[in-house]
């Protein structure tokens, strides 16, 4: 007995002493594991995990709770979220405490395996605050905001007190989703707590009211803050600038004592955002010269893009040397932004090369469309069209960029049968888009099509912008249809906006309708809508075509006394070819004379324009010898010269000008007609044989001709400027471009419906007094649009009373 009894009594006295042991060893092991979180190779953490199991340690929950904090840390960036199970499931499930559980949960979350988190979490017996923190800081972490911001609203449904951790985090992803109902009821919850004062706290409720753009509740969050931080200042600048109010900003950045380049960024990316680019590079060269600021990869993304917009290839060349030179990574924002600069600023070769070269794969769609916009302005419209079929994730600007580049570039087929596509599979078109096809549909006088993109404009509430409404009233002007312009102007009138009225007065005076465009620009007047320079282009137009002389000089007058309108050279191009047209050639001559500025080729064309119709050689030659003096290689002046000669039957001048052409390879633009008909656009030259209904067209335009020589017509043989023989002169004008497109029209069509028919060039006399006569035969209203002016033919009259 006495044995045993001092046998109990030794082992009791040990027992302290191997727990002494364990606890010693056990606290060895965690320094250890605490410096293989700072050390070269974490790893080792591993090691030491495995002699702790071999050593029978694990029965110290400090060891544990130690082992956990590895894996949470260094070690969870090798996968070891794997070792941090496998330890858990090595503690006995009654030595597992909360600290355990959460340690575990905080390895799935931070190695972003948040599905395993979710599991995890809903296992656990008694999730306390520093669970729900965990998961909520995990979510955030992985961008799934929303669901940071519902399971905050759970953790507080169970009655649980959110940490200064966790409001931080609920309120950067209130801030992220800019859900401004929720990030109210945090900050209650942050005055409640008392935690208003905490600066880390405070910091997120102010960059959360910043990033949903309350600025009056941003204001009073960051004034009643007894102790603000640089990041506090930041936000009020950020805020401000992303308002546009960089007033405010601006002052705000002037108050602060220090400054990081955050704080200049965001002034500097506030300028640039806000279309004050000038501004931005201004205050780029003041953080250059009063700090000793480093610009980094968001300095130079926005400097770039304001070099960009302000087309500064030099300065945005000293950016990409200092990005070369400083070795700054080459990120996405960097490429785009670079890509930007040199498209925009002519150098598209340069900005395709970069493209070509960047090794990230997610360029934005704006550097591709910047691309694209660069070779469009190059006409080249192939590599435009190279990169908008490479384009991922095309949105409606870059699909409204190349329909742009189509329509500016003359290719308005493509650009219609692009925007066909858009509608197909593409984004939802804007008004700027609708204007451009519209402005297409115009081009191609597309009558029919025109009209369903307008519906389209209805439906979608775009026909109220002044963009898509004057381009619905210049698709129907050049579409021949002036009562449908005339309809949408008198539904928009009362805008007051200069550019519709114009639209108008232009529309009329193309067509013919002189003295009605006249009346529209006086009540124009009347109602206090300013004239614009392009207005009184309009004028001069209707009055030229309308004879209109004594009033043109009129208005002339009036646009510098009245308007303070310097005259431009197109003002003198219509004044002179307003007086030309009328007969008063001298007078032409001598107003040009008497302008304050050289005459350009224009002027001069005008001139020889009227020359042409008057049938003056003399005062031909003087104006076709001063343009080919300007533009050598302008066509248009040698064909009116030899018109003028072959005129007045002087056919040897006639043939000597154009063996002058000749010997001189001057390229005379070819004469060509289109009609639209059946969604399709189809071309004619003069004798064309390429057409696939060519034998019927022909049949059908001899007989046009014997119609009309039975009616009354007599060819005048004067238009043709070849010397032949009058049967040849007869078969030559029978086969003029719009007389094969009447041809074809009168058999594609229905009987007693209006052909419109299109033509490059200015109509012929011939053609004139042909069409005259056709529109009379077959009772159809036939109109053409010429390089001029528009000519309604009916019943054998046509509206520009024989004056164009």
């Known amino acids: 007995m006495q044995n045993a009894a001092m046998a109990a009594g030794a082992a009791a006295a040990a027992r302290p002493a191997a727990t002494a042991a364990v606890a010693a060893a056990s606290d060895h092991y965690a320094r250890l594991l605490q410096l293989c979180q700072t050390a070269a190779n974490p790893s080792a953490g591993r090691a030491i995990h495995a002699h702790a199991v071999k050593a029978g340690l694990l029965v110290s929950?400090?060891?544990?709770?130690?082992?956990?904090?590895?894996?949470?840390?260094?070690?969870?960036?090798?996968?070891?979220?794997?070792?941090?199970?496998?330890?858990?499931?090595?503690?006995?499930?009654?030595?597992?405490?909360?600290?355990?559980?959460?340690?575990?949960?905080?390895?799935?979350?931070?190695?972003?395996?948040?599905?395993?988190?979710?599991?995890?979490?809903?296992?656990?017996?008694?999730?306390?605050?520093?669970?729900?923190?965990?998961?909520?800081?995990?979510?955030?972490?992985?961008?799934?905001?929303?669901?940071?911001?519902?399971?905050?609203?759970?953790?507080?449904?169970?009655?649980?007190?959110?940490?200064?951790?966790?409001?931080?985090?609920?309120?950067?992803?209130?801030?992220?989703?800019?859900?401004?109902?929720i990030g109210r009821k945090v900050h209650s919850f942050v005055v409640k707590l008392g935690l208003s004062t905490c600066v880390p706290v405070a910091n997120s409720v102010l960059n959360m009211y910043g990033k949903v753009g309350d600025a009056e509740t941003a204001k009073?969050?960051?004034?009643?803050?007894?102790?603000?931080?640089?990041?506090?200042?930041?936000?009020?600048?950020?805020?401000?600038?992303?308002?546009?109010?960089?007033?405010?900003?601006?002052?705000?950045?002037?108050?602060?004592?220090e400054r990081t380049i955050v704080s200049w960024n965001a002034v500097i990316a506030g300028y640039n955002q806000n279309g004050l680019d000038g501004m931005a590079l201004k205050f780029f060269s003041r953080m250059l010269s009063d700090s000793s600021m480093e610009p980094d990869a968001f300095t130079v993304t926005s400097v770039l893009s304001a070099c960009a917009n302000l087309r500064m290839l030099k300065m945005g060349k000293q950016m990409h040397s200092y990005i070369l030179r400083t070795g700054m990574p080459y990120s996405v924002q960097i490429i785009n932004a670079l890509i930007s600069t040199y498209a925009k600023s002519g150098s598209v070769e340069?900005?395709?090369?970069?493209?070509?070269?960047?090794?990230?794969?997610?360029?934005?769609?704006?550097?591709?469309?910047?691309?694209?916009?660069?070779?469009?302005?190059?006409?080249?419209?192939?590599?435009?069209?190279?990169?908008?079929?490479?384009?991922?994730?095309?949105?409606?600007?870059?699909?409204?960029?190349m329909i742009v580049g189509y329509q500016k570039n003359g290719q308005n087929d493509e650009a219609v049968e692009l925007f066909r596509s858009m509608i197909k599979s593409g984004p939802e078109p804007n008004s700027y888009t609708l204007a451009a096809i519209l402005s297409a549909c115009a081009s191609l006088a597309c009558l029919d099509y025109g009209k369903q993109i307008q519906c389209k404009a209805i439906r979608s509430l775009q026909e109220q912008s002044v963009s898509v409404s004057n381009a619905i009233i210049t698709m129907y002007s050049r579409s021949g249809s002036v009562p449908l312009a005339r309809k949408v102007f008198d539904r928009i009138r009362w805008r007051k906006e200069t550019v519709t009225w114009t639209s108008m007065i232009v529309a009329l005076a193309q067509h013919g309708f002189g003295g009605e465009a006249i009346n529209l620009f006086?009540?124009?007047?009347?109602?206090?809508?300013?004239?614009?320079?392009?207005?009184?282009?309009?004028?001069?137009?209707?009055?030229?075509?309308?004879?209109?002389?004594?009033?043109?000089?009129?208005?002339?007058?009036?646009?510098?006394?009245?308007?303070?309108?310097?005259?431009?050279?197109?003002?003198?191009?219509?004044?002179?070819?307003?007086?030309?047209?009328?007969?008063?050639?001298?007078?032409?001559?001598?107003?040009?004379?008497?302008?304050?500025?050289?005459?350009?080729?224009?002027?001069?064309?005008?001139?020889?324009?009227?020359?042409?119709?008057?049938?003056?050689?003399?005062?031909?030659?003087?104006?076709?010898?001063?343009?080919?003096?300007?533009?050598?290689?302008?066509?248009?002046?040698?064909?009116?010269?030899?018109?003028?000669?072959?005129?007045?039957?002087?056919?040897?001048?006639?043939?000597?000008?154009?063996?002058?052409?000749?010997?001189?390879?001057?390229?005379?633009?070819?004469?060509?007609?289109?009609?639209?008909?059946?969604?399709?656009?189809?071309?004619?030259?003069?004798?064309?044989?390429l057409h696939p209904q060519r034998n019927a067209i022909y049949k059908k335009a001899a007989e046009l001709w014997e119609e009309i020589k039975k009616a009354g017509f007599v060819p005048d043989l004067n238009s043709v400027l070849h010397d032949v023989d009058d049967e040849l002169k007869e078969e030559l004008l029978s086969r003029h471009s719009e007389k094969l497109a009447i041809a074809f029209g009168l058999i594609n069509t229905p009987e007693k419906t209006t052909l419109r028919i299109m033509k490059n060039l200015r109509v012929c006399n011939d053609c004139h007094a042909a069409i005259k006569f056709i529109s009379k035969v077959v009772e159809r209203e036939i109109i053409v649009r010429d390089a001029t002016r528009f000519h309604h033919f009916r019943d054998g009259f046509c509206s520009c009373k024989d004056y164009w």
């Open 522 to 689: 006086e009540e124009m007047l009347h109602v206090g809508v300013k004239p614009d320079r392009i207005t009184y282009i309009g004028v001069f137009s209707a009055c030229t075509h309308a004879g209109f002389v004594d009033r043109g000089k009129m208005y002339f007058d009036q646009m510098q006394n009245e308007h303070s309108i310097v005259p431009e050279m197109s003002h003198y191009a219509c004044m002179v070819d307003l007086l030309a047209r009328a007969g008063l050639l001298r007078e032409a001559q001598e107003f040009i004379q008497q302008m304050p500025v050289a005459p350009d080729a224009i002027v001069w064309g005008s001139l020889l324009s009227g020359c042409r119709v008057r049938k003056n050689a003399d005062l031909a030659e003087l104006a076709a010898e001063k343009l080919l003096s300007i533009d050598p290689d302008n066509g248009g002046a040698y064909s009116a010269l030899a018109n003028v000669y072959s005129a007045c039957g002087r056919w040897n001048d006639a043939a000597r000008i154009w063996k002058l052409s000749k010997d001189k390879a001057v390229k005379k633009e070819t004469g060509f007609s289109w009609t639209h008909v059946h969604n399709k656009v189809h071309v004619f030259g003069a004798d064309d044989v």
């Open 220 to 257: 009073a969050v960051f004034e009643r803050m007894p102790v603000r931080s640089i990041s506090s200042w930041n936000a009020m600048v950020s805020l401000y600038a992303r308002q546009g109010r960089m007033e405010l900003a601006v002052s705000m950045f002037e108050n602060m004592e």
């Open 350 to 401: 340069v900005a395709r090369r970069i493209m070509d070269q960047a090794v990230v794969t997610d360029l934005n769609v704006i550097s591709f469309t910047a691309l694209l916009e660069g070779y469009v302005k190059l006409g080249d419209m192939k590599q435009a069209r190279e990169i908008f079929d490479v384009m991922n994730n095309r949105d409606v600007i870059a699909w409204t960029a």
């Open 61 to 181: 929950a400090y060891l544990c709770n130690n082992l956990f904090s590895y894996y949470a840390g260094a070690g969870a960036k090798g996968g070891s979220f794997r070792d941090a199970r496998r330890l858990f499931e090595e503690i006995p499930p009654a030595r597992r405490n909360a600290f355990t559980w959460n340690s575990l949960l905080s390895v799935y979350a931070k190695s972003g395996r948040l599905d395993d988190a979710r599991a995890m979490f809903a296992e656990m017996p008694e999730p306390d605050a520093v669970s729900w923190t965990v998961m909520i800081v995990g979510l955030n972490r992985a961008g799934r905001f929303w669901e940071a911001v519902e399971t905050f609203l759970d953790m507080v449904g169970q009655g649980l007190t959110p940490t200064q951790f966790t409001l931080t985090n609920v309120l950067s992803s209130c801030a992220a989703t800019e859900a401004s109902g």
